[in-house]
T-cell receptor, first 111, second 113 residues
Framework: QKEVEQNSGPLSVPEGAIASLNCTYS??????FFWYRQYSGKSPELIMF????GDKEDGRFTAQLNKASQYVSLLIRDSQPSDSATYLC???????????FGKGTSLLVTP | EPEVTQTPSHQVTQMGQEVILRCVPI?????FYWYRQILGQKVEFLVS????????KSEIFDDQFSVERPDGSNFTLKIRSTKLEDSAMYFC???????????FGQGTRLTVV
């Protein structure tokens, strides 16, 4: 069974701080990695994707990928209360097309 | 901005009844998916569809499930004889190239009573 693991949280950070969300995956051949945000009762909303080792920045968000350690992370700078949501890490394994999701990390940004 | 649309947003059905969940993927997308999320649990893959056939399915997608693309725009998920444990949010997703980002519809909440 190919697993995607995330700490369920909740992760609580004060407004303006950096939130760091982590994810590990078991399928070493995975090539594509995604971060989705999900508000309660809503559908997953894409934040970022990353394919290569290293960092990828988009506005306040930075995704980091380390394939050797099978680790992907998401940093959110200048966190806002509106960032409070569940963050889903998703991986496409080398052998398939579908997203394999982790259980998600709940983030709470306090004013 | 193009989006994936799903209908209905909420469906209540009696155990044993058939339900059809409908999706209109983004128009130039070629790969279509159904996922489900039981309350409090992770998003789980059900089935993927490409070139008018199933390309991949999970263990959850058993004989009670079927998918169809009846015309050039709609993509449907049929559950033949619903069970209580089928109660979940069902999400349709699509993308235009493999291993790229998938966009999700707003979901259909299915409640089986």
């Amino acid at each position: 069974q190919k697993e995607v693991e995330q700490n369920s949280g909740p992760l609580s950070v004060p407004e303006g701080a950096i939130a760091s969300l982590n994810c590990t995956y078991s399928d070493r051949g995975s090539q594509s990695f995604f971060w989705y945000r999900q508000y309660s009762g809503k559908s997953p909303e894409l934040i970022m994707f990353i394919y290569s080792n290293g960092d990828k920045e988009d506005g306040r968000f930075t995704a980091q990928l380390n394939k050797a350690s099978q680790y992907v992370s998401l940093l959110i700078r200048d966190s806002q209360p509106s960032d409070s949501a569940t963050y889903l890490c998703a991986v496409i394994p080398d052998s398939g097309y579908a997203l394999n999701f982790g259980k998600g990390t709940s983030l709470l940004v306090t004013p | 901005e193009p989006e994936v649309t799903q209908t209905p947003s909420h469906q209540v059905t009696q155990m044993g009844q058939e339900v059809i969940l409908r999706c209109v993927p983004i128009s130039n997308h070629l790969y279509f998916y159904w996922y489900r999320q039981i309350l409090g649990q992770k998003v789980e893959f059900l089935v993927s569809f490409y070139n008018n056939e199933i390309s991949e399915k999970s263990e959850i997608f058993d004989d009670q499930f079927s998918v169809e693309r009846p015309d050039g725009s709609n993509f449907t998920l049929k559950i033949r004889s619903t069970k209580l444990e089928d109660s979940a949010m069902y999400f349709c997703a699509s993308h235009n190239r493999v291993h790229t980002e998938a966009f999700f519809g707003q979901g259909t909440r299915l409640t089986v009573v």
